[in-house]
Nanobody, 124 residues
Framework: QVQLVESGGGLVQAGGSLRLSCATS????????WGWFRQAPGKEREWVAT???????YYADNIKGRFAISRDNGKNMAFLQMTNLKPEDTAIYYC??????????????????WGQGTQVTVSS
């Protein structure tokens, strides 16, 4: 069973930065599209960003310019660098893998594997 493990969440003041990591032991992760999603209390899971298997990056409008998604195929990892964090960024952040991507999607139902989530809290 493929597993994804996130790390890097925490408590930060508004304007601060965090870098989230997502790791898998699966070498075939080089074929994945990696996505980051987040879910705040009482809200639906929200797409944040996706990086395609060829390195193309895609972002939600509300985080564009502040967050950057990247991947390291040699280490089977994906990252989400978050800067200029705002209180409204507070959520549990999840990484996800789309194992057989024909296209880039923001639909969480089209991602096949998920991590357990990491809490990000931004204080004002």
């Amino acid at each position: 069973q493929v597993q994804l493990v996130e790390s890097g969440g925490g408590l930060v003041q508004a304007g601060g930065s965090l870098r989230l990591s997502c790791a898998t032991s699966e070498r075939t992760s080089t074929l994945y599209n990696w996505g980051w999603f987040r879910q705040a209390p009482g809200k639906e899971r929200e797409w944040v960003a996706t990086i395609g298997r060829h390195g193309g990056t895609y972002y939600a409008d509300n985080i564009k310019g502040r967050f950057a998604i990247s991947r390291d195929n040699g280490k089977n990892m994906a990252f989400l660098q978050m800067t200029n964090l705002k209180p409204e960024d507070t959520a549990i952040y999840y990484c996800a893998g789309n194992l057989n991507p024909d296209y880039v999607t923001a639909n969480p139902h089209e991602y096949d594997i998920w991590g357990q989530g990491t809490q990000v809290t931004v204080s004002s």
